[in-house]
């Protein structure tokens, strides 16, 4: 017999708190950070961790081609689950919760289910998605995206990373190159919980936030030649300089999102010079520029804007410049239905609530493509993230999780 569902339903929070701790000291560093680049073989351990807990609760485990990972649940009927995780890779100097929070949530969701003998109507999943954070390899959330078949998986296995070694071969190595069609199972709903990783929620003194969509993401890397000479004897005038070129791009994209306002943000976050002496002009400069906006006709001309500085650049100071696009995505809007859903769960609850854009990229923004979408926010302390320091108190955490396990129950029936 079915257990009727209550909303005093809670999870375990001393339980999701420990394997979140578990999970972190896998490839764990200094200051209580995390590195688990994508497909290393910190991430490889990693994935047995959170696959092994998976089984564990009777999951049905699946890995496809690009190394993504379902946990399936059933329910009374056959169909697409009601699907929820995020990623469990880290960039070089991760926060333990980045990621990490939305896969363990699932579990902890599933484990709680079990205990309290509670059946859904439809199945529901838990799934972690191969490289979501580009750390390693471009661009990043590869795995939801070749989920959803907005990139070809042969396309993806072929991608070389940072450090020359491609997807495909290091999937191999660390066992994780699956056999199951990439995009299976369809998803009913997805919903991810995760931390903020912005200041606003704190901020508010907000519990909840309800994310309503993503900020569209444009990377660009530029190349950038110039003439190496003697810095004491060349004037001026008659400089061809690499590394005055790649100040002045950077320069250009803080004035970008200082003239342009409202979402609109730009980083200079990679930038290298050769033969990087003090005392010569550099002949050779690699940077990144990251340019986001919440809406798509702002950040087309921000990104045309930044194109035509560029231009101007060549022709001013005699570089040369070449442009590669790392990563290019649309703003993408949440289901509007699943938003209300989240709010008013949260809500009911008794947390506080407020409506938000994700600053950063998220699995989510992939499967929105193809199935009802929302995400769950919880406050970042500092709005801190991708840092050894990042912190989400243990309420906090308790708090999503909760209300993720009861839009989870709404939408399985």
Same mark, same amino acid.
């Given at each position: 017999?079915?257990?009727?569902?209550?909303? =005093?339903?809670?999870?375990?929070?001393?339980?999701? +708190?420990?394997? !979140?701790?578990?999970? @972190?000291?896998?490839?764990?560093?200094?200051?209580?950070?995390?590195?688990?680049?994508?497909?290393?073989?910190?991430?490889?351990?990693?994935?047995?961790?959170?696959?092994?807990?998976?089984?564990?609760?009777?999951?049905?485990? $699946?890995? +496809?081609?690009?190394?993504?990972?379902?946990?399936?649940?059933?329910?009374?009927?056959?169909?697409?689950?009601?699907?929820?995780?995020?990623?469990?890779?880290?960039?070089? &100097?991760?926060?333990?919760? +980045?990621?990490?929070?939305?896969?363990?949530?699932?579990?902890?969701?599933?484990?709680?289910?079990?205990?309290?003998? *509670?059946?859904?109507?439809?199945?529901?999943?838990? #799934?972690?998605?191969?490289?979501?954070?580009?750390?390693?390899?471009?661009?990043?959330?590869?795995?939801?995206?070749?989920?959803?078949?907005?990139?070809?998986?042969? =396309?993806?296995?072929?991608?070389?990373?940072?450090?020359?070694? $491609?997807?495909?071969?290091?999937? #191999? =190595?660390?066992?994780?190159?699956?056999?199951?069609?990439?995009?299976?199972?369809?998803?009913?709903?997805?919903?991810?919980?995760?931390?903020?990783?912005?200041?606003?929620?704190? #901020?508010?003194?907000?519990?909840?936030?309800?994310?309503?969509?993503?900020?569209?993401?444009?990377?660009?890397?530029?190349? !950038?030649?110039?003439?190496?000479?003697?810095?004491?004897?060349?004037?001026?005038?008659?400089?061809?300089?690499?590394?005055?070129?790649?100040?002045?791009?950077?320069?250009?994209?803080?004035?970008?999102?200082?003239?342009?306002?409202?979402?609109?943000?730009?980083?200079?976050?990679?930038? &290298?010079?050769?033969?990087?002496?003090?005392?010569?002009?550099?002949?050779?400069?690699?940077?990144?520029?990251?340019?986001?906006?919440?809406?798509?006709?702002?950040? %087309?001309?921000?990104?045309?804007?930044?194109?035509?500085?560029?231009? @101007?650049?060549?022709?001013?100071?005699?570089?040369? !410049?070449? $442009?590669?696009?790392? @990563?290019?995505?649309?703003?993408?809007?949440?289901?509007?239905?699943?938003?209300?859903?989240?709010?008013? *769960?949260?809500?009911? %609850?008794?947390? $506080?609530?407020?409506?938000?854009?994700?600053?950063?990229?998220?699995? #989510? %923004?992939?499967?929105?493509?193809?199935?009802?979408?929302?995400?769950?926010?919880?406050?970042?302390?500092?709005?801190?993230?991708?840092?050894?320091?990042?912190?989400?108190?243990?309420?906090?955490?308790?708090?999503?999780?909760?209300?993720?396990?009861?839009?989870?129950?709404?939408?399985?029936?």
């Amino acid at each position: 017999m079915t257990t009727p569902v209550r909303r =005093e339903l809670t999870i375990d929070g001393g339980r999701l +708190d420990q394997r !979140i701790a578990a999970l @972190a000291e896998v490839g764990s560093i200094d200051g209580g950070g995390v590195c688990r680049l994508a497909l290393s073989p910190e991430d490889k351990a990693g994935r047995d961790l959170v696959v092994g807990w998976m089984r564990e609760l009777g999951l049905a485990v $699946s890995v +496809d081609r690009i190394g993504n990972v379902v946990g399936v649940r059933p329910g009374r009927r056959d169909g697409p689950p009601v699907m929820t995780g995020s990623h469990i890779d880290t960039v070089r &100097t991760g926060g333990r919760y +980045d990621g990490n929070l939305g896969v363990l949530a699932g579990v902890e969701v599933i484990e709680t289910l079990n205990t309290a003998g *509670i059946e859904t109507e439809h199945p529901l999943a838990v #799934a972690f998605f191969t490289n979501e954070e580009g750390a390693r390899f471009a661009p990043d959330m590869m795995g939801s995206l070749v989920y959803v078949g907005g990139m070809g998986v042969d =396309e993806a296995l072929g991608v070389v990373g940072i450090d020359g070694r $491609s997807v495909g071969d290091c999937l #191999a =190595e660390i066992g994780y190159a699956g056999e199951a069609g990439c995009g299976a199972p369809a998803v009913k709903a997805f919903v991810e919980l995760h931390v903020e990783q912005g200041p606003v929620l704190e #901020a508010e003194g907000v519990v909840i936030g309800a994310v309503e969509g993503v900020q569209g993401i444009s990377w660009t890397e530029y190349t !950038i030649g110039g003439v190496s000479n003697h810095a004491g004897t060349t004037p001026m005038r008659m400089r061809t300089d690499a590394g005055y070129a790649a100040a002045a791009i950077a320069c250009e994209a803080r004035r970008i999102a200082t003239e342009f306002g409202g979402d609109q943000v730009a980083t200079v976050g990679a930038i &290298t010079l050769k033969p990087n002496l003090v005392n010569v002009i550099a002949n050779h400069a690699l940077l990144t520029v990251d340019v986001r906006n919440t809406d798509e006709a702002t950040l %087309q001309a921000a990104e045309k804007r930044m194109a035509d500085f560029v231009a @101007a650049l060549v022709r001013d100071e005699g570089v040369t !410049i070449t $442009s590669r696009t790392l @990563a290019r995505f649309e703003p993408v809007a949440f289901d509007p239905d699943l938003v209300d859903k989240v709010e008013a *769960i949260a809500w009911a %609850q008794g947390h $506080s609530v407020r409506r938000l854009p994700s600053g950063a990229g998220h699995d #989510a %923004q992939m499967l929105a493509r193809v199935c009802p979408t929302a995400m769950i926010f919880v406050p970042s302390v500092g709005g801190i993230s991708h840092n050894v320091r990042e912190y989400t108190s243990p309420e906090h955490l308790q708090a999503g999780t909760n209300v993720l396990l009861h839009v989870m129950l709404d939408l399985a029936g």
